[in-house]
């Protein structure tokens, strides 16, 4: 059974720092391209930052600079490194792994984040 699990979320205030985590069981994270989304309430689910397999990294523009993703094969683990934050960055984070050679991918259960005074 795939699972991926999301922790390190939380209650921050504007300006703090967070990581979060994305830990799998049950598939080897190596061979998928990672990303991170989130969703605020009532907005859509959009993509925050991805990770390929070589390393290579993408971000959104409303976080580019703050945030840092990152993947650790050996602990199969991806990272959300979230500095600076902001209110408009509170929503639900997900992580997803996506696999190149198929349609095949999988979402964690997400972990809140919460920025506020």
């Known amino acids: 059974q795939v699972q991926l699990v999301e922790s390190g979320g939380g209650l921050v205030q504007p300006g703090g720092s967070l990581r979060l985590s994305c830990a799998a069981s049950?598939?080897?994270?190596?061979?998928?391209?990672m990303n991170w989304h989130r969703q605020a309430p009532g907005k859509e689910r959009e993509l925050v930052a991805s990770?390929?397999?070589?390393?290579?990294?993408n971000y959104a523009d409303s976080v580019k600079g703050r945030f840092t993703i990152s993947r650790d094969n050996a602990k199969n683990t991806v990272y959300l490194q979230m500095s600076s934050l902001k209110p408009e960055d509170t929503a639900v984070y997900y992580c997803k792994a996506v696999a190149i050679v198929s349609t095949q991918h999988y979402w964690g259960q997400g972990t809140q984040v919460t920025v506020s005074s």
């Open positions: 049950g598939i080897t994270l190596s061979p998928y391209h």
């Open positions: 990770i390929g397999t070589s390393g290579i990294t």
